[in-house]
């Protein structure tokens, strides 16, 4: 398939073009490099980007629902608002990235890397973070409700405002992190590592 006159095929070179507000359902991008490409708006759902290096891309608001991502090297990603529902990051490199506001729910990061992203108010229920890094990852307001996480690593990021209720943490730890104000009812932290700041985590009355 082409588009634009760019070729839209597994392992193309598409670095640093714009397909800003594109159709690309489905689309098979498998390896495919794309470091620095403009994604702003464009539709990606169900499409299969398998270790494609998506680093330094403009993603803001484009939907990737369902899409598959495994192994992709999206390193300092912007996805502000961007929809991901039931997409699965699992071994991504997600460093640095830009996550605000994004629907992730349902997401699948299962041993992904998201060390020091910014993942502000993004929605995160049910999605499933076990052995996911997260550590200096800033989390404020973000809704972990039914998120299963266990393992996952939480050093010294910033989680206040967090909801996350009914959600498994068990064995996570939570090294540093600031959790003020964070909604902890029904959570799940048997084993987890809470020392440093365990005092400023606050187990709201359930609603």
Known sequence: MDINGLSITPGADLSGADLSDTSLISTDLTKARMAGIALT???????SLVGADLRYSICHKAIFDKADLHHANLWNIDLRGA???GT????????????????LRGADFSGAWLTAADLSNSLLSASTLAGVSLARACMREVDLTGAFAVGADFRSAILNGAIIRAA???GANLREASLID?????ADLV???LRGEERRARAHPPR
């Open 88 to 103: 699965i990051f699992c071994k991504c490199w997600l460093g640095n990235s830009n996550l605000i506001e994004a629907d």
């Open 168 to 170: 498994n943490l068990s």
């Open 83 to 85: 929809s991901a529902k």
């Open 41 to 47: 708006g464009s539709d990606l759902t169900e499409a």
């Open 182 to 186: 964070a909604d902890l009812s029904l």
């Open 191 to 193: 084993g987890a590592d």
